[in-house]
Structures are given as C-alpha cells and as structure tokens.
C-alpha cells in the first residue's frame, strides 16, 4: 500500500474511534469502511468495522428487520464476484450485506475464502473467526486452510477435528491433520536451539505473554532503537504509537514531537499525532466538568452552578480550537477530505465564523456519511445570517438527505425548518413543521411552547 493510502486510513481510523466513542456508528462504519478499502490487509481495520455494525445493531446477533431479505441484491453481487474470481469484489459486495446483518455466516464464509484468495491471511480467519458460534463444517475447513498458510499448524489441526465432527464423512480431515501434525513438529524444532521436537520444558509451560506485557517489550526495544538512530521518522511514530496505546499522552506527545523535528517539520501526519494527543487532556478535563457540571443544583448553589458554567464554556473553547487546529491539517495533507471539511465547518460555526463555516460546510456536504448533518448546518449557517430563502433551501435538502429510518435526525432538521418560518413570519408553515414533531414527539426541545405561541397569536 502506498504511504498516502496508509495515512489517509490512519486518519480515518482516528476519526472512526471518535465517532464509536460518541455513538456516531454510521459515521464509523463509513470511516471504517474506507480504512478497509485502503489497506485492505490490515485485520485491525475490519475488526474495528464489524465492531461498529455490531454495536450499531445492538448485539442482537440478527441485524436489520428483514435482512435475509434485503441482503440479498449484495448476496448476487457476491455470487456474480465469485464466478468470475473477482475476489475483491467479493469482499467489497460482502460488506454490503454485512452492515445489515454483521452475523451471517453464509456471508462471512464467502467473505472469508475471497481474502484468503487475496493472501489477507489474517483478515481472512478473523472473518471465519467471527462466523457466529455455529460454525459449519465448510467454515472449519476454509479457516483449517487459513491457519494452515499463516502456519498456524496446532489451530489448523484443531479446525480439521472439528470438521471430522461436524462431517464424519471427510475422508480428508484425518489425512490433513497427520501431515499437520508433521508440519507442527518441524516448526518446533526449527525455533528450539537444543534441537528438541517438543521444545524445552521452560518453553512449554511459560505463560502467554499478555497485551500490556508486550506492549512493554515493545516500547523498551522502540526506545532503544531511537536512542541509536534519533533522526528515524519512522520509530519515532512507532514510539509514539506504543505510547498512545499504553495511555501514556504526555510521552506520546514528546515522542511525536521528535519525530516532528527530525523530519523537520515535514511530517504532517506526525504533527497531527502530536496534535490529537495533546488535546487529549483538554477532553478528560471538559468530561469532568460536565460531569461536575450535571452534579451541582443551580437553584441551591447559582454561584457555583455558574463558575463551573464559565469552566465548561472556556474549556470546550480550548477543545474546539485544537480540534480545528487538527482537522487544518489533515486538509493539507489531503484537499478532498470532506469528512474534515464537515468537522471543521461545524467548529467554525460554533465560534460563529459564519463565512467561513459555509465554505467548509459546502465542502463537507459531499461526504456521504455527513452528507445530511452539513446541509442542517450550512441551514443553521445561512438562518444566522439571516438569510432565510437559503436556509430554508439547505435544510430542505436536509431533509431529504436523512434516512427515513433515522427519526431523530429529522426531528432536528423540522425544528430548525420551524425557527426559520417563524423568523420569516410564516406562522402557517412553522406549524406545519412543529406538528410534524409533536406528533411523534410532543416533549423535543420547546417545540410544544413554540406551537401554543403560534396559535395564541393567531
């Protein structure tokens, strides 16, 4: 993969774990989707995807209402794929289908055997992995061939067990796992110095190593290699990574700042890294504020209620201001992240850059997982400005953009398509789009208020 495709997925899995965090899982589908597309061999960016669609549908092991159903347009792209060995295609048209039910087997099977077709061993068995609990004994096989070429030898003999269990009628599954079992013993002695089959007894019964004691490992031998070779970009980002991962921000932020000045000043990925660990704290300290917040009664307390207030709004300030600070960036690197446009209009708006959040805003309407998100904004946007006729257009727009699934984000757009009719003075259409709320939704914001206001004045 080129070293463009690798950033730009780098940038996208960020912005994907911070959608997941605030429970956007479109938005992360999409950010992870394109990491996949991107580098298609690397199995953390599915395992984040289907973490997504799963968390999307609540665990609930079915997907969708009626997705066996409305899978099946991407079910024939994939039968299509497969006849013709169009093994990508395969596992793009597999994805299709795996957003409205991230548990079926039958799909996850075909998905599986086209990465293993692409040599994506490790996305391959995560994927026949996932296969449910029900694993048949097609997916045993497919992932025992998986293990079997990622030299995996003791799981694949244990994949072909199964399929011997599952199908007592393969007369290939006691023939593989004797040469697996050959396979396995030659792997042993080629990394037991002493030359024994079964390697040394120390070696058999040392525990695992874990995550955390790895991760260890990991950053003492990067530390050594800086140390040696402190003008190397790319240790300094490896460091800087198991850093990150550790939840170690303060030497994360150090890390990358090397790496910053030994690319000299070139390196604007690294300057990003930089960036997004050190607001880091600014985003701990505003979740404690507003938990701090939520904590204290206004009515007994004024003084305090506003202090902490006055904390909040200069702390979200600060977290705002570096956000876009990030998403500048990202847009030096790549013009056509819309998806950074969107973000940074919605900040520029907030700090009331009307101008300048509609340029961004209009960039950002072509990122089709915010298409509709922008067009509310660039709609909020333009009713600032007191420009009604194009505020009423955007948010139009809005409304058509928004899944008809998707009931909050309508009640939103109605709202401001409400504010807007009565800033216009037309009362009649204000209450055509309050009712339209208050019919499925009489407590959403003021908008009960709002309509007796309305007809008061009538």
Known sequence: MSDD????????????EKAVARG??????????????????????????????????????????????RMKPAQLKMSYAKQRNKWQDLVDAAEEALLLNPWDVPTLLEQGMALHELGYLDCAIFVLETAQDQKTAEVYRQLASAYEGAEHFEKAIRAWEMVSKTD??????????????????????????EGNAGGSESARSAAPETYETRLEREIKELEAKVAENPASVPLWRDLGDSYKRKGDVEKAADAFRKGVQASGGSDVDLLIRQKEVEVEPYRRKLTELEHAKAGVDAKADPEKAEKIKKYVSACTAEVLKRESEIYRLRLQINADDYAAHYELGLRQLKFGELDEAIKSLQKGRQDTANKWRALLYLGVAFWRKKNFVLAEKNLGDALDSVGSMNEEGRKEVLYYRGRVAQDAQDNSRALEFLNEIAAIDYGYKDVAKRIDQINAGN
Not at 26 to 34: K, L, N, P
Not at 37 to 50: F, G, H, M, S
Not at 182 to 187: K, M
């Open 168 to 193: 007592p009628s393969d007369e290939q599954a006691l023939s593989k796992m004797r040469s697996l079992a050959a396979s396995a013993t030659i792997q042993k002695t080629k990394f037991d110095p």
């Open 5 to 16: 495709a690798q950033r730009k997925a780098t940038l996208c899995f960020q912005t994907g």
């Open 24 to 69: 956007d899982f479109d938005y992360a589908i999409d950010m992870f989707s394109q990491c996949c597309k991107l580098v298609p061999n690397k199995v953390l960016y599915r395992q984040a995807l289907r973490g997504a669609q799963r968390k999307k549908h609540k665990d609930n092991r079915k997907g969708v209402a009626m997705a066996a159903m």
